[in-house]
């Protein structure tokens, strides 16, 4: 019989290299090498991942699977985990996740990442057990046909809870199965006591199908040893059972609910068309990060988006260096929450789309990418990823950047939040039919027009807005996903030179004249034609309106901000200050 070898945390990556050639006559027996590594190896600074990784997969070229446990905690450090190769399995319970939700979840991502799945359980009682049945169940009806399960918990303690209840799971076929009843909870029913007038109590509902079934044995005692019971096939009507069950308890209003991983706001279905509530999207890129009031701008903002990274012409984060330090992340992550603001991470841009390409093409790149994508927002408490390639030069590319897309959704909807994907466009007509021809708009929460940067006259007039609303309907994209550029800088109308809305204000005083969008030569949106873009997108019932670039206006706490009279336009006359509506509409979002 095979069975797991635990190390609980205790080697050293040469420990792993010694213990497997110490072991190797012995492989053939162990099921599975249980958490070799340190827990908190992702995150201390002498984790020594890479030694790990080569270790890691030294014991799998041998035969053994490699299962992290207490390293696995939620669906988060199952994606940290494999992103960084660290194992090939994680070991889940429902105590260590938060719940049945934390465990669905992390069980659905594992699968995604191509991990196998191992349910355990804590020192508890045969009720703990039966909760815990169910979820393998579950499990094996969502598809995770290389779920196994380690269900030794109630063999561990003192039981007592056989001598008052009956029914739940029951060892079957010489313990060679589960068995979950029909009946309601399972048959849980509660004994009667001796004396009572009746005699003990028996579930009238026949056991039903197995639904796990493989690695165990009985001892001359009839006790079940259930060392990493496997679950093979003929789960059906029990695995479709409970997972009935573990939805209905989900429902609010349904028992006690469990605890889920935290967000501050939720984001739509895959495919579902945006909510209503009106977004204020801002860029941000690196040579503003160090002079940001990060409290200031998120007061005005419901998304911020942190520009830019690149990608690798193998899947991987380059340029790492334009991110925020870490103090500056923890400062931006407190003042986004306390404003309900959502945070991205952009990868691409303007001379920064040179890995796309070539990534997009290939399935195998595609998935790394977002897995790598995954991994990095987990790590600094992002909400999601704007994909910013400019632009798809070929079908191929377009083809490729619509695969990527439904890759990184996949990914990404096995996060504990669920996270976002938005992705920027030039609204010239032609790139609104590709979107929709591809089927953008089912993977992302929202389509950012670029709606400025026109190369003849006004770069970015009210005409222009206007012509991206109507491309966007006429190529029958949902309003709702598209958000309106808006510019807060202006280029001159002969050189083509840009300056900032700060730098014009600066140099001709364009705050003080709110109606003027031309100055020393430079065409710029002033603040009247913000507020009527502004109110056309609303109008036009489109998910929001863009800007580029926070950092290019006025302080925001200036009675004459842009960003303060986008917002004022967005949620009302107090807009700037009415953080409570802006918080609704972000957790609507």
């Not at 027996?29 to 070799?36: G, K, S």
């Amino acid at each position: 019989m095979e069975r797991p070898l635990d190390a609980n945390a205790a080697w050293t990556p040469a420990d792993a290299f010694a213990a497997l050639d110490a072991l190797r006559a012995f492989l053939p027996r162990v099921a599975a090498l249980e958490q070799p590594f340190p827990v908190d190896v992702v995150d201390s600074p002498g984790g020594d991942v890479d030694a790990w990784a080569r270790a890691v997969a030294a014991w799998r070229d041998a035969g053994v699977l490699v299962v992290a446990d207490e390293s696995a905690r939620d669906a988060r450090d199952v994606v940290r985990l494999a992103s960084m190769r660290l194992c090939h399995g994680v070991n889940l319970k429902v105590e260590k996740a938060g719940g049945a939700r934390g465990v669905l979840c992390a069980s659905r991502v594992a699968s995604e990442l191509g991990l196998r799945t191992w349910l355990g359980i804590m020192v508890s009682t045969g009720l703990g057990c039966s909760a815990t049945a169910a979820l393998l169940a579950a499990t094996a009806a969502g598809g995770g046909d290389d779920a196994f399960s380690d269900l030794d918990g109630d063999l561990l303690a003192t039981e007592c809870s056989r001598a008052r209840f009956e029914g739940g799971v029951e060892w079957v076929g010489d313990g060679l199965g589960l068995a979950l009843s029909r009946g309601p909870g399972h048959g849980v029913v509660e004994r009667r006591r001796p004396g009572a007038g009746r005699t003990s109590v028996r579930s009238s509902h026949t056991p039903h199908t197995t639904a796990a079934r493989g690695r165990v044995a009985t001892s001359r005692r009839g006790r079940v040893d259930r060392g990493m019971a496997s679950r093979g096939g003929g789960a059906g009507a029990t695995a479709r059972l409970a997972l009935l069950l573990v939805v209905l308890l989900l429902l609010p209003g349904r028992g006690a609910p469990d605890t889920a991983p935290s967000s501050s706001f939720a984001s739509p279905s895959p495919g579902a068309p945006a909510s209503s509530p009106f977004a204020v999207v801002a860029y941000l890129p690196e040579w503003r990060f160090a002079s940001t009031d990060w409290d200031a701008v998120c007061v005005n903002v419901t998304h911020l988006i942190l520009f830019s990274l690149e990608v690798t012409d193998d899947g991987s984060l380059t340029s790492l260096d334009r991110f925020p330090s870490p103090e500056a992340m923890t400062t931006l992550r407190a003042a986004a929450a306390k404003r309900g603001v959502k945070l991205l991470l952009s990868l691409g841009g303007h001379g920064r789309t040179r890995g796309f390409p070539i990534v997009a093409v290939e399935k195998t790149k595609r998935r790394r990418l977002a897995r790598t994508l995954a991994s990095f927002c987990a790590t600094h408490g992002l909400h999601g990823v704007d994909y910013n390639w400019e632009y798809p030069a070929s079908p191929a590319e377009w083809n490729g950047m619509f695969a990527l897309l439904r890759t990184t959704r996949k990914v990404f909807d096995g996060s504990p939040q669920r996270l976002t994907i938005t992705m920027a466009y030039y609204p010239d007509g032609r790139q609104e039919r590709e979107l929709k021809r591809g089927g953008a708009e089912e993977h992302v929460e929202l389509l950012h027009a670029m709606s400025y940067d026109h190369p003849r006259g006004s770069h970015s007039s009210t005409a222009l807005a206007r012509a991206a609303i109507r491309n966007a309907e006429e190529a029958g994209l949902d309003a709702r996903k598209i958000t309106i550029g808006l510019p807060f800088y202006g280029r001159h109308v002969e050189t083509g030179e840009w300056k900032t809305y700060a730098e014009l204000d600066a140099a001709h005083g364009v705050s003080a004249e709110p109606s003027k969008d031309e100055a020393g030569g430079y065409a710029f949106n002033g603040a009247d034609t913000i507020r009527l873009k502004t109110s056309e997108a609303k109008a036009a019932g489109t998910g929001g309106v863009m800007i580029w670039e926070a950092g290019q206006d006025l302080h925001p706490s200036h009675a004459r901000s842009l960003l303060a009279v986008v917002a004022a336009e967005a949620w009302g006359d107090e807009g700037k200050n009415a953080v409570g509506e802006k918080k609704r509409a972000r957790e609507e979002l």
